[in-house]
Structure formats: C-alpha cells, structure tokens
C-alpha cells in the first residue's frame, strides 16, 4: 500500500512539467560534458600528430646535414690519404658521389687553401698555367694570407662565378673558417648570400666547413692547430634548395620556416613555404620552435599548422555524442 503510494507520487511528480524541464537541463549538462571531453581527447590527439610530424620534420633535417657532414670528412680523407690531390682527381671525386642524385641541396663541393701573401704570385701562376689564364684572387685586400677557392664542382657557370673567391674576405665566412681552423670539427656558417647567386631567384645560402692541417704536424692546441692548418674542404648550400631537396613536399599541411641562429625574427628567416603576408594572419592553432646546433651554430625550425591541417581532424564523434545527447 505504501509502495503504491510512493510509486503514485514520484509518477504525479514527474508528470509536472518542472521535471519534465530538470530532465531536459541534466540531459544538456551531461551532452554538454561529454562533448567536452570528447572535444579535449580530439584535440590531445591532433596535438600528438602534429608533435610527431613536428619531430619528423627536424630529425630529416638533422639527419640530412650529418650525411652532408660525413660527405666532408670523405673530402678530407682523400686528402690525408694522398701526396697531393689534383683538380683532375678532386672532380672525379665528387662527381662519384653524385650529389645531385643522393644529397639533392648541396650547391657545390670545394677546396680552399691558404695562401701566404709571399706566396700569391706563385700560386696564381700555377693555376693560370693550368688552362685558366683569367684566374685571380678577388676582392683584392691586404692581408698576411689569403683563402680563395681554388677546386669547386660541379664546375658549371653558377660555380665558376665562386672561382678564386677569398672567402676569409667576408666577415660572417671568415667567422666560421677561423672557428673551424681553431676547433678542428666542422663547422656551419651564419647566412649569407653565395658569391654563386646570380640576379635571378636569389637565396640566402650558407657553407659548412672541415679543416685539413698538414701531415706530421701536432694539432692538440689551438696554436698549433693554426701552425698546422692547410686547406678546407667545404660544401656550399641554397637554403631553399636544401630544406626542399630533404622534405620535398612530404608536410603540405604544416608551415615550416628555417631561421638562422636563435633569433626568431623575420629578417633572419633562410627558408619557409609560407606567403609573405604569414605574420599579419591569425596565430596557428598549434606550433613548435625546435632550436638545433648544426656544425656548431644554432638554428630554430618554427613548424604551424595551417588551415589544411585542421582540416584534417576528425570530428564526427563529437557530433555523434552532440545529436544523441539531443
């Protein structure tokens, strides 16, 4: 009898049209939370893909610029390895290994010795009796030594236009060489604008160098790494060439920008596959600045989404959840 009342009651209670609008708002709440949680889960999980592509994209990179810096050491063998390594030889060389093919990026591989100013007449002789009477060291300046590049392939037109260069010139080169002649371990270069660029499509660039010091010579201080020092090897870059040649077109829904050194500013931006108007658009829902040492110098890797990535995220289970809570 008393459960009959009970049972009467709650069902004249829930008759009223104030339970029927209770049911209704802890209907939405929970509609409302479950969204919630759903939307927060699709998120986590968009953020972890673009994490991943993220750390995709820099280990390329890193791992790409390390095959370029075993290249180098190769050059450096080969040196170490012989009396005396002719022009003849250094072409066969790197032709062998077939840059172009294998480490799309690299603009060309060269050979820089130093050149004492006692020696500058001799050693401008010697290469013009070679078969390029033209040749001379440039910019002219004064100085106690000289470094022009004096082997350099593929020796095609663009190159040619860095032949007799004297790197050590250029305040950002001579930075990195004497960094390299002092350590002994390879070192990258800052920005630049290789002596190769013409006046068309114009790139920042940069070059990575490896010393060589003379045989039998002790090379376990920094003078006597300077006593010791004979030549470079080194390979010269085209930013957008290089990053392009690594990922290609692999990440079409992320923006990626290269920027030299660890200052994030737009005046040191060497590559980026973004409009010139990107930073007067909306902030990217989600972005990674990756700071990486390569060759001893710092570079930051600025990865964002673009529209097309959000795109990509699936959201059907959040209006799932939305119309069956309604």
Not at 9 to 20: E, V
Not at 137 to 149: N, T
Request: aromatic letters at 12%; charged letters at 20%.
């Amino acid at each position: 009898m008393i459960n009959a009342i009970r049972q009467g009651s709650i069902l004249d209670w829930l008759s009223r049209p104030i339970a029927a609008w209770i049911v209704l708002v802890i209907s939405l709440c929970f509609t409302a939370f479950a969204w919630q949680l759903s939307d927060r889960s699709i998120e986590e999980r968009a953020q972890d893909r673009f994490n991943a592509d993220s750390q995709s994209i820099v280990k390329q990179i890193q791992d790409r610029m390390r095959d370029y810096e075993q290249v180098l050491r190769s050059g450096v063998g080969l040196f170490m390895s012989s009396h005396d390594v002719s022009r003849a030889e250094w072409h066969t060389y790197v032709e062998e290994l077939n840059l172009a093919e294998v480490y799309p990026g690299m603009q060309a591989m060269g050979v820089s010795p130093k050149i004492n100013a006692k020696d500058i007449q001799k050693h401008i002789t010697s290469v013009r009796a070679e078969g390029f009477p033209a040749y001379n060291i440039y910019p002219l300046r004064e100085s106690d030594a000289y470094y022009p590049v004096l082997y350099i392939e593929p020796f095609n037109e663009r190159n040619q236009r860095a032949f007799g260069y004297d790197m050590f010139s250029h305040p950002v080169r001579r930075n990195a060489m004497t960094k390299a002649i002092d350590s002994g371990q390879p070192t990258l270069s800052g920005a630049i604008t290789l002596v190769q660029e013409s006046g068309q499509n114009i790139q920042r660039g940069f070059l990575y160098y490896l010393p060589v010091y003379k045989k039998n010579m002790p090379v376990d201080t920094v003078e006597q790494r300077r006593k010791a020092f004979d030549l470079f090897v080194y390979g010269a870059f085209r930013a957008n060439d290089l990053i392009f040649g690594i990922l290609s077109n692999a990440h079409p829904t992320l923006g990626i920008e290269l920027f030299d050194g660890a200052q994030e500013a737009p005046s040191e931006i060497i590559y980026t596959n973004l409009p010139e108007q990107r930073f007067n658009t909306i902030a990217p829902v989600f972005r990674n600045d990756m700071h990486i040492t390569v060759g001893g110098h710092q570079w930051v890797i600025r990865i964002t989404s673009k529209p097309a990535f959000i795109a990509t995220i699936n959201k059907n289970q959040n209006y799932i959840i939305l119309i069956s809570g309604l």
